[in-house]
């Protein structure tokens, strides 16, 4: 079993840049990739950044640019930098990671104001 514990979350003015970051503990050896979803009232959840164990990224078009994922391997651990912040960035963001099973954190709330 993986447990996924998100942070970060918070509220900003547009503009603005918030670090997320998720833990995971538990079985994680067989981890090969960890990304970050979103999801916003009225709306379908959506890729935002994944990172496998080799380092490759990839990045939803909206984006990309503004937002990097990262990871540190020895703490089991991947960021999101957001930067440039907007209004349309507001959602619960969730950590994602997959073995030969898929793993959801809760989730961390992200509010850009005006």
């Known amino acids: 079993q993986v447990q996924l514990v998100e942070s970060g979350g918070g509220l900003v003015h547009a503009g603005g840049s918030l670090r997320l970051s998720c833990a995971a503990s538990?079985?994680?050896?067989?981890?090969?990739?960890m990304g970050w979803y979103r999801q916003a009232p009225g709306k379908q959840r959506e890729l935002v950044a994944t990172?496998?164990?080799?380092?490759?990224?990839n990045y939803a078009d909206s984006m990309k640019g503004r937002f990097t994922i990262s990871r540190d391997g020895a703490k089991n651990t991947v960021y999101l930098q957001m930067n440039s912040l907007k209004q349309e960035d507001t959602a619960v963001y969730l950590c994602?990671?997959?073995?030969?099973?898929?793993?959801w954190g809760q989730g961390t709330q992200v509010t850009v104001s005006s």
């Open positions: 990172i496998t164990t080799g380092g490759s990224t």
């Open positions: 538990g079985s994680t050896f067989g981890i090969w990739t």
């Open positions: 994602h990671a997959a073995s030969t099973t898929s793993y």
